[in-house]
């Protein structure tokens, strides 16, 4: 078993900015890739970003040059920098760790960006 605990979400005002930590305890081993992905009412969970094994990236086109996913392999953390944030980016943020052949999740964090 993989555990994903998340944290850094909270209130920000539009055009601030937040970072998302997901700490991996368990069976960590052999994960293949860990991302963001973020859900809001009514609507179905869309992918934010991805950071494969090797480093590789992944954006989607609405974060793409505002957020960066980055890791920290000493401890076991990926981060979302969230920068010039916009109340399209309230939303519940989830972390996932994918290793073959499953899909991890975490509690999810909520962000909120209102004035």
Same mark, same amino acid.
Do not use: H
């Given at each position: /078993?993989? /555990?994903? =605990? +998340? #944290?850094?979400?909270?209130?920000?005002?539009?055009? @601030? #900015?937040?970072?998302? *930590?997901? %700490? %991996? #305890? @368990? *069976? &960590?081993?052999? &994960?293949?890739? $860990?991302?963001?992905?973020? /859900?809001?009412?009514?609507?179905?969970? +869309?992918?934010?970003?991805? &950071?494969?094994?090797?480093?590789?990236?992944?954006?989607?086109?609405?974060?793409?040059?505002?957020?960066?996913? *980055?890791?920290?392999? *000493?401890?076991?953390?990926?981060?979302? /920098? $969230?920068?010039?944030?916009? !109340? +399209?980016?309230?939303? !519940?943020?989830?972390?996932?760790?994918?290793?073959?052949?499953?899909?991890?999740? @975490?509690?999810?964090?909520? =962000?909120?960006?209102?004035?």
């Amino acid at each position: /078993q993989v /555990q994903l =605990v +998340e #944290s850094g979400g909270g209130l920000v005002q539009p055009g @601030g #900015s937040l970072r998302l *930590s997901c %700490a %991996a #305890s @368990g *069976s &960590i081993f052999s &994960i293949n890739a $860990m991302g963001w992905y973020r /859900q809001v009412p009514g609507k179905e969970r +869309e992918f934010v970003a991805a &950071i494969g094994s090797g480093g590789t990236t992944r954006y989607a086109g609405s974060v793409k040059g505002r957020f960066t996913i *980055s890791r920290d392999n *000493s401890k076991n953390t990926v981060y979302l /920098q $969230m920068n010039t944030l916009n !109340v +399209e980016d309230t939303a !519940v943020y989830f972390c996932n760790a994918y290793r073959t052949p499953n899909n991890y999740w @975490g509690q999810g964090t909520q =962000v909120t960006v209102s004035s």
